[in-house]
């Protein structure tokens, strides 16, 4: 079984031992990413926001030859719950809108099955999507141990994720991308 792990953020410059072969690669699906979730270390990441620019993300290969076993190392990884890792197999009818693109892109690139992780937005401790201002302002006010963690996330991200909220957080901030 061929399984493709799919990120945009962290993940992709820092898998900690995430069971994958090679190195990422740059024609994942298109997804509508955005800086919409604030973690607990007060950054601002990216997550899957419906009705956001679509962006093209990133994949790699796993080593793992199962699905469960594809799925929990990506739990591990990402520090949170299995129902927070999403996953979609060829022959599946697809539940959602990320499903169904995300089947259109395994079935060209010849994969049996995608995992990602599906994390909600989040700000202020509310289940909430912020606005690109509000973004901006969280991160212009943050201390300097946590504004540091912040801006690396960011410069971080692969260029490619060029998301609306990324436009003003660079125009703002000059937090570009470090590629």
């Known amino acids: 079984m061929r399984i493709a792990c799919i990120g945009w953020g962290s993940l992709t410059w820092d898998p900690g031992k995430l069971p994958i072969k090679e190195e990422w690669q740059k024609n994942g699906p298109l997804l509508p990413i955005e800086f919409a979730r ?95 201002k509000e973004v901006v302002r969280h991160l212009k006010l943050l201390n300097n141990e946590a504004k540091l963690k912040a801006e690396e996330y960011v410069r971080k991200t692969p260029k490619q994720i060029g998301t609306k909220y990324r436009s003003l957080i660079e125009s703002e901030l000059g937090w570009t991308p470090l590629e």
């Open 38 to 132: 604030e973690s607990l270390d007060q950054r601002i990441t990216l997550v899957i926001v419906e009705n956001s620019l679509t962006v093209t993300t990133l994949w790699v290969e796993m080593t793992c030859l199962n699905l469960d076993s594809a799925r929990e190392s990506l739990r591990i990884r990402e520090g949170t719950m299995l129902g927070n890792i999403h996953s979609v197999c060829r022959g599946e009818r697809p539940t959602t809108s990320t499903k169904v693109t995300v089947l259109g892109w395994l079935n060209q690139v010849e994969f049996d099955c995608a995992i990602w992780t599906g994390l909600n937005c989040k700000f202020k401790n509310r289940n909430i999507k912020p606005t690109a």
